[in-house]
């Protein structure tokens, strides 16, 4: 069965410091991965896409690891704000799956305090 | 411009009313969805459009009603809808070749 799992489910850090989002998934055959952030009531927004060949990919002060073969990635948020108080979902696509059929993780719930 | 725009922001509705929620995107894709989100869940699929076809409706109830007039444009009609119904619709699009769905912000629907 096609799954997502992410840990932690939630997570509060203090202003300034670094945390690690962990995703786990059983999706096959896989063809990318997505980690979005979604803000309270808003859409979720993209932060990277890493496909099978590539194991790091860094979007300012995010940084998104994927293991292929123990199926995991992780994402790295340095230097914490404010700002990065929200919900960050792990997305994977399978590879030749119908259009649109992506498997959602449930998110980590990150609030960062001052 | 990478952007999906949805409107209305917010819309409370009562059971026998009829509503529209619009979704636009002007970045050539050809692929247009909606989803529903409950609080604290993830988003689930309700319809995708290929190339302006109806190409995946998952199991949703009639009460919901897709309509895509042009590639720019998906339309979400709402008729007799149930309190359960109350959510975050969001409308997402995506590149033919890289797949990566952008979301818009979403219309947050109570029905009352």
């Known amino acids: 069965k096609n799954q997502v799992e992410q840990s932690p489910q939630s997570l509060i850090i203090l202003e300034g410091k670094n945390c690690t989002l962990q995703?786990?998934?059983?999706?096959?055959?896989?063809?990318?991965l997505r980690w979005y952030k979604q803000d309270t009531g808003r859409g979720p927004v993209s932060l990277t896409i890493?496909?099978?060949?590539?194991n790091t990919k860094s979007n300012g002060r995010y940084t998104a690891t994927l293991d292929a073969d123990t199926k995991q990635s992780s994402l790295h948020i340095t230097a914490s704000q404010l700002s990065d108080s929200a919900s960050y979902i792990c997305?994977?696509?399978?590879?030749?799956?119908?259009?649109?059929?992506?498997?959602f993780g449930r998110g980590t719930q990150l609030t960062v305090w001052p | 411009d990478t952007e999906v725009t949805q409107t209305p922001k917010h819309l409370v509705m009562g059971m026998t009313n009829k509503k529209s929620l619009k979704c636009e995107q002007h970045?050539?894709?050809?692929?247009m969805y909606w989803y529903k989100q409950k609080a604290k869940k993830p988003p689930e699929l309700m319809f995708v459009?290929?190339?302006?076809?109806?190409?995946i409706n998952e199991s949703v109830p009639s009460r919901f009603s897709p309509e895509c007039p042009n590639s720019s444009l998906l339309n979400l009609h709402l008729h007799a809808l149930q309190p359960e119904d109350s959510a975050l619709y969001l409308c997402?699009?995506?590149?033919?070749?890289?797949?990566?769905?952008?979301f818009g912000p979403g219309t947050r629907l109570t029905v009352l």
């Open positions: 997402a699009s995506s590149h033919p070749v890289t797949d990566t769905q952008y």
């Open positions: 459009y290929s190339y302006e076809k109806l190409s």
């Open positions: 890493m496909t099978f060949s590539e």
């Open positions: 995703c786990n998934y059983t999706v096959s055959p896989f063809s990318n």
């Open positions: 997305v994977v696509s399978a590879r030749g799956s119908t259009l649109g059929r992506l498997y």
């Open positions: 970045m050539g894709h050809r692929a």
